[in-house]
């Protein structure tokens, strides 16, 4: 257990739905990222938030969203599923927004579009 | 833009081998350098970073990388592979003194046969 906990593990869909995927980061941990790891794009950087706040965005769709809550756990919203969205979605988490500690993944979930 | 190249999609070693996966990356500036590997089915567990000092930096389980400034590379060594070593191996890459998202490279599939 790395101390980052992403629910649900796995998660089935039909395309045109939308899903929430949920990240609670590990304790005393402020900055949350989201990376979305499929076959043909490998390891791809969504977005990051540094309490609560925005810090950075990567290649993050616009039907995807996300947020980081007050007590620090984050949600991705991915709306309007298409085929293309079934991936492995990591959360990562660290102690400051440009840590130098290195990440802390969590187990991912597993979405599938079909 | 920042991008992370691994050379080797898939290495096939028999146990005892040693065992050398390339990384070289693209960026202006002072750099953070890490490998991760993700175990089938498991989220991915830092093996090394370096963020400054000496080049050569040792990891958990036996693995070192080498960081060559001049051609920016971070190679991964191992001088004797197990079984259990079988996994995906990822070299990521962060500005130092920028915001926390890493660029991953592709990852190398590394099967090892007993």
């Known amino acids: 257990d790395s101390g980052v906990t992403q629910t649900p593990k796995h998660l089935i869909t039909a395309t045109g739905q939308r899903v929430t995927l949920r990240c609670s980061p590990r304790?005393?941990?402020?900055?949350v990222y989201w990376y979305q790891q499929s076959l043909d794009q490998g390891l791809q950087f969504l977005i990051q938030?540094?309490?609560?706040?925005?810090?950075a965005k990567g290649n993050i769709l616009e039907r995807f969203s996300a947020q980081q809550f007050p007590d620090l756990h984050s949600e991705l919203n991915l709306s309007s599923l298409e085929l293309g969205d079934s991936a492995l979605y990591f959360c990562?988490?660290?102690?400051?927004?440009?840590?130098?500690?290195?990440?802390?993944f969590g187990s991912g979930t597993r979405l599938t579009v079909v | 833009a920042q991008s992370v190249s691994q050379h080797n999609h898939h290495v096939i070693l028999s146990e005892a081998a040693s065992l050398e996966l390339g990384c070289n990356y693209s960026?202006?500036?002072?750099?953070?350098l890490f490998w991760y590997v993700q175990y089938p089915g498991q989220h991915l567990q830092l093996l090394l970073k370096?963020?400054?000092?000496?080049?050569l930096v040792k990891g958990i389980k036996g693995f070192e990388a080498e960081f060559i400034k001049s051609k920016f590379s971070f190679n991964l060594r191992k001088p004797s592979v197990q079984w259990s070593d079988t996994a995906e191996y990822f070299c990521?890459?962060?500005?130092?003194?920028?915001?926390?998202?890493?660029?991953f490279g592709q990852g190398t599939e590394l099967s090892v046969k007993p």
């Open positions: 990562a988490s660290s102690v400051a927004a440009g840590s130098n500690y290195g990440y802390t």
């Open positions: 304790s005393g941990d402020l900055s």
């Open positions: 938030y540094y309490n609560g706040e925005e810090r």
């Open positions: 960026y202006g500036g002072t750099v953070n």
């Open positions: 370096y963020f400054s000092g000496d080049p």
């Open positions: 990521a890459v962060k500005g130092a003194y920028e915001g926390g998202k890493l660029i």
